[in-house]
């Protein structure tokens, strides 16, 4: 796994990607999830832990020196959180 981190380019932009796409996928499950599950119907606690995601990827970035990935997934979750924000306010 390494040897293919080694690989990838340390760009914000890869970041930027890798932080939306995540939880995007992950939103898309807790979507069907709640939209399935009657019991469900009002956990939008699965959106948070869907976006929190972000915090473990972003860490594991960091931890192999790709710190311009790590702001991108930062910024990212940003972009993620304030979209679950506007979702319970409106």
């Known amino acids: 796994m390494n040897e293919k981190l080694r690989n990838i380019n340390n760009s914000v932009w890869v970041g930027l990607a890798i932080g939306l796409i995540t939880p995007a ?3 898309a499950v807790a979507y069907y999830i709640i939209t399935h599950v009657a019991y469900l119907a009002k956990a ?4 948070i832990g869907a976006i929190a995601v972000n915090a473990y990827t972003m860490q594991y970035f960091f931890k192999y ?3 311009n990935i790590g702001r991108g997934i930062l910024a990212a979750t940003f972009l993620c959180a304030f979209a679950f924000f506007f979702y319970k306010v409106l």
Do not use: G, H
């Not at 939008?44 to 959106?47: A, T």
């Open 25 to 27: 996928i992950l939103c």
């Open 44 to 47: 939008d606690l699965l959106y």
């Open 65 to 67: 020196n790709k710190e």
